[in-house]
């Protein structure tokens, strides 16, 4: 069994991942953490009581941190302290704070994606290769859609998916961000050449498999040793 933190627990995604935790036999929580000053601190959530003390992470075996550039950046100073390992989707990280995830990834195995849905991950595997055998002649566009709040524009998945396609065509491909309503999260992949277009679309009808893919995770990098991972290692 797996002794489960979650950070940011009064998050949206904190939340979920908390309650679906709640459910598999497979967890045992062991911390609800959220920011100092949070209304919340104190109040009961399931079995525990919400708390601010990062210093709590010596009860737990994995940590999984769906918060705020400002929050992780303080959270990796305690799970670098407590050898703890990490399960990481905080999107919107400086070039800075990108750094400081692969410096404490050389003391504790973390899983870092900017999206853990599985079927985002197989996307980010299959596209390069889509992009090859078309080539030079299709045109690439990105088109990402979420809700009116998401601070970070573009998204995380969005940055991701035109990194691996310009990685594959040594070219910069164009991204544009909506944000709308209550939109969970909408990926487009365009790929447009002379009398024909292809649409790769992935749909998130739910920020449950965001937060079934962080468990994926936390099961996964449990034991394993200090190194940078993402959700094609976990799938692998």
């Known amino acids: ?15 979920r991942i908390f309650e ?10 062991a911390l609800a953490l959220e920011k ?3 209304p919340a601190i104190g109040r009961d959530i399931g079995k525990l009581k919400i708390s601010s003390n990062q210093d709590g992470l010596f009860l737990v075996d994995v940590l999984a941190d769906f918060t705020i550039p ?22 919107g990280l400086s070039p800075a704070q990108i750094n400081k995830v692969e410096e404490i990834s050389k003391v504790v195995p973390i899983v870092f994606s900017p999206n853990m849905a599985i079927g985002v991950n197989v996307l980010f595997s299959m596209l390069p290769e889509i992009a090859k055998r078309l080539g030079p002649d299709y ?13 970070d524009s573009p998204s995380g998945t969005a940055k991701k998916l035109a990194e691996v396609l310009t990685e594959a065509t040594k070219r910069e491909i164009p991204t544009h961000a909506i944000r709308l309503g209550d939109i969970v999260g909408d990926h487009t992949v365009i790929f447009c050449g002379n009398s024909e277009r292809i649409e790769i679309k992935h749909q998130a009808h739910s920020r449950d498999l965001f937060a079934l893919g962080a468990l994926k995770a936390a099961k996964w990098v449990f034991g394993k040793s200090a190194g940078l991972y ?3 290692d976990v799938l692998r």
């Open 230 to 232: 993402s959700m094609q």
């Open 36 to 38: 100092k000053g949070t």
């Open 1 to 15: 069994m797996v002794k489960l933190g979650v950070a940011g627990v009064c998050g949206k995604m904190g939340r």
């Open 70 to 91: 400002e929050a992780t950046e303080e959270n990796l100073d305690f799970v670098a302290k407590y050898r703890k390992p990490l399960v990481l989707g905080t999107t």
């Open 20 to 29: 679906l935790a709640s459910f598999d036999k497979d967890f045992e929580l």
């Open 139 to 151: 045109s690439i566009e990105i088109v990402e859609a979420h809700h009116k709040t998401k601070k």
